[in-house]
């Protein structure tokens, strides 16, 4: 699905509301088959972006007017390739895997944003339901940025270059600057 602005990030959920009729066809066709599903965004030139992110089928409700309300659950960040928009967008896609190769310690970075998002909480910023329990289970550095980039980045430039962006270190970095950003408007 192409959604300009929308991100689904790994170990997060975004509901969507199907209505086009091509849509429609995918959702019927994801149903039928793995029920994955993926969102891309449309990059700068018009063009679908290369990166985005891949999920399942968690739920689907079709209403009585063929439209249906459906979560995904993110799962992986793809690369796109062989995009076909007929009859729906579909594409070839590889997952891409979280990298390391700074020297940062990944501990620190995570305790730095830690701390900052515990600030934005402070401030009033809420979370979602059973969050801070969520975060205390992620063991995965990476699992842990993109859960935090997904509930609390607003900006959709700044989510799509958290998405995009596979190497863990320079990902925690660029969260860490955002929420400092968002923290200095609070």
């Known amino acids: 699905m192409i959604l300009p602005g929308m991100t689904l990030f790994p170990h997060s959920l975004l509901p969507l509301y199907i209505f086009e009729e091509r849509y429609r066809q995918m959702v ?32 689907c409700v079709a209403n009585d007017d063929g439209t249906s309300n459906l ?10 390739s062989d995009i ?18 700074g020297d940062d310690s990944l ?6 944003i830690d701390k900052v998002y515990h600030q934005i909480r402070e401030a009033g910023s809420e979370a979602p339901a059973g969050f801070d329990q969520y975060l205390a289970q992620i063991d995965s550095p990476g ?9 609390f980045v607003a900006d959709p430039v700044e989510r799509r270059g958290l998405l995009e962006e596979c190497d863990v270190s320079i990902r925690m970095q660029r969260l860490l600057r ?8 609070l």
């Open 178 to 185: 955002c929420l400092v950003r968002q923290m200095q408007t």
């Open 84 to 101: 076909e928009m007929e009859p729906f967008p579909s594409a070839a896609v590889a997952v891409l895997v979280d990298t390391h190769a």
């Open 107 to 112: 501990a620190d970075l995570r305790s730095d």
């Open 71 to 80: 979560i995904l659950q993110g799962i992986a960040r793809v690369n796109f």
């Open 143 to 151: 699992a842990f940025a993109d859960a935090i980039s997904a509930a």
């Open 28 to 59: 019927e066709h994801a149903l039928g088959g793995e029920r994955m599903f993926a969102i891309a965004h449309v990059g700068e030139d018009g063009d679908v972006a290369p990166i985005g992110g891949i999920g399942i089928v968690r739920a």
